[in-house]
């Protein structure tokens, strides 16, 4: 039998190896902006076409190559970042396994030009497919300048693979939010088709989030700061209130890595606990630093996946931190620092260990977290009272009976869709948020902002499937400027909101002019609208696009809702009840919430013995 086994070629195992490295258009921009970070830039350029399936290319003003590091960068294992195995568990710089450029240049064809500070010219390489077909002296300015053309241009099957425009852009566009929140000390910049997308000066974590996200997340950040010997956790977290229902900006780095993990962020919002709703997630960017020692990053090749010597150790700290962080910005009521029983039984925990560090660490409030274990100190002891005294005023007001005999829940709806009950008595308006009347098998509590939400949801699904919704032209067209993380997604968004009403024109420059508006929305919200549904659509993990303009409507009806006014008037309350009742879903808000709940005759009977 003649011999099988062959060695494969050099270009193969790069292109093989390529597909572990190289995903998509934003994990050759990771490396890239990678790659400049490691390489000392202060100032750092990113320039993409067609969501970088065209063009990528990554200038920066680090300490740039020698000829012939240009040359060997492109190796496979080339790498000037580990020595020894030694260095791989020290390791603090972004990318180490030398990879990168090998399986990028195996996959696209590549320009790179560089120069170091001290020599007068600079090395331009081009190559193609692994091919080098140039180098050559050149002049360039200090640092590196990078282009990836073609992304897969000879992988047909992956180039084949890659999303539309608009979704590998996102993906882009997150590897950038990811690397710019980790090193707000470097100045980023980011174009897309030649148009500036972000312009991120040097600065602190605050201003970078907020140079990101948009200024008006700046209220809603808490900050955090823990240092121990074991952990330093360091960030923002959201207030409660700034929760969204879907999953979106969050943010972990360990070491300064972005990971995933849903370990930690079990234990984060679980911090938050009793003070969002159950399917709401909090934002947050936390940096937790640790010797590298105890954190492996290398078990995923895309390295966000991460595995700690002791996570339960790790767990335990971060859900303390941010419950303290909630707690000395007196967002959290009670500081009850209560432990995880099977934590705090921890040897780690308990024991006193060898190591200077735990000392250290027993020193630190952290520790004072664990050791004094069921801490219920500052529990809101008016709590009870205050429900009592609500109550009572409630009972001082005269309640309309309507004494009918009973029947199940499901007639009680039946009667008020049927119009069959005489609500016309009138209905009792509880603090301005509750709404109660009498049916027949007892009383229904309306809880008025989510009947009011349902209402203008169904009123704005009609119009938005008959594609007749009423705009208004503004007498004077409003002009605002949007962040550009914002404008981008806002531009995307455009045909969406005309549907809705909204007459919207790009002007440049992240600027749009508002010309029309749907015709309910009360003046001057339209900002606040179009923040709240850009806002939205950031939280979203997926681009579903049925889902989105779902969200623009419940986002409009959210707005329109919030308009406090006259539900004073008898007539008003009887109207909202009449409505609500002709919605096809009148119990549940268009987010999922409980809109009114049914008091039994019978249970008030046994309620009152
Ligand atoms: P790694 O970053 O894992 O070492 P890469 O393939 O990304 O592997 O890069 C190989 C080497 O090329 C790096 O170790 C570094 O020495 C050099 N290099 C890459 N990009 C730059 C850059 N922008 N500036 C200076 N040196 C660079
Ligand atoms: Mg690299």
Known sequence: MADVIQLLSDHLANQIAA??????????????LENAIDAGATDIQLVIKDAGKEWIQVIDNGKGMSVTDARMSFERHATSKIKNIEDLFRIRTMGFRGEALASIAAVAQVELKTRQKD????????IEATEVKLQETCATAEGTNIIIKNLFFNVPARRHFLKSNTTELRHVVDEFTRVTLAHPQIAFRMWHNGTEQFHLPAGNLKTRIVDLLGGSCEKNLVPVGEKTEFLNINGFIGKPSGATRTRGLQFFFINNRFIRNSYLNHALVAAYEGLIE????????LF????????????????????????????????AAVKHALARNNISPSLDFTLNKEITQLSAVTKPQESNAVTQVQRGYLANAFSQKNQAHFIDRNDGLKKWKDLYAIAQQPIPSNPKPETGFQTALHDKQQNQLSTGQGSLLVQGS?????????????????????????????????????????LFPATYEFPPHDALLLEQLLPDLS?????????????????????????????????????????????AVGQRSDKLLMQMARRLSINKHSIQQPETQQALIDELFACSQPEFSPTGKKIFTLLRKESLDEMLG
């Open 19 to 32: 597909g572990e490295v190289i995903q998509r258009p934003a994990s050759a921009v990771k490396e890239l």
């Open 119 to 126: 020599n007068d010219t600079g090395t331009r390489i081009v």
């Open 278 to 285: 159950k399917d709401s997630f909090p934002f947050y960017v």
């Open 288 to 319: 937790l630093e640790t010797d590298p020692a105890r954190v492996d990053v290398n078990v995923h090749p895309t390295k966000q996946e991460v595995k700690f010597e002791d996570d339960k150790m790790m767990y335990a700290y971060l859900n």
């Open 434 to 474: 509750l709404l109660i009347t009498t049916v027949k098998s007892g009383l229904i509590v309306i809880h008025i902002r989510r009947a009011q939400e349902r209402i203008w949801y169904e009123r704005l699904l009609e119009q938005w499937n008959s594609g007749k919704t009423p705009s208004q032209q503004m």
């Open 499 to 543: 549907r809705v009403g909204f007459d919207i024109v790009p002007f440049g420059n992240y600027t749009f002019v508002v010309q029309g508006v749907p015709t309910d929305l009360p003046a001057g919200e339209e900002k606040n609208v179009l923040d709240e549904v850009i806002d939205q659509i950031k939280h979203e993990a997926k681009d």
